[in-house]
């Protein structure tokens, strides 16, 4: 998150000189699972590349044939659960299948965070 000042001066309290602005950016993560709750948005687990340490998880407001296609995807490559994992709404998938994630820029996990895209390892 950016602040942007116009002025030397800072008061507190409400004010047109300041400005509150929301940096994102795109990265790549692994895919660990996604968690489906009847009545709730579904939600992918992402981790890092590599070592998969789990970093958040990233709203699915894609495109219906993503969605679909993500879902197809998870269930061909339907894993265990990565070491100290337990969401019980979750399907795990193996390692291989990567991500870009949308999300707020500097934070240390992913926050504010969607799924732009997915791909195999490799491909």
């Known amino acids: 998150m950016v602040s942007k000042r116009c002025g030397s001066r800072y008061r507190s309290g409400r004010s047109i000189n300041w400005l509150k602005v929301k940096c994102y950016t795109v990265d790549e993560y692994e895919l660990l699972g996604v968690e489906r709750e009847a009545g709730k948005p579904a939600f992918a687990l992402m981790g890092e590349i590599g070592t998969r340490k789990y970093v958040g998880s990233a709203f699915i407001n894609s495109s219906r044939a993503i969605r679909e296609r993500l ?48 791909w195999d390892e490799g491909s």
């Not at 879902?71 to 337990?86: D, F, I, L, N, T």
């Not at 979750?90 to 390692?95: A, I, L, M, N, R």
């Open 71 to 118: 879902w197809k995807r998870v269930q061909e490559h339907a894993g265990p659960p990565p070491k100290g994992m337990k969401r019980p709404a979750t399907q795990w998938v193996k390692p291989g299948i990567k991500a870009r994630v949308k999300h707020l820029r500097g934070e240390e996990d992913l926050r504010h965070a969607s799924l732009q895209d997915f």
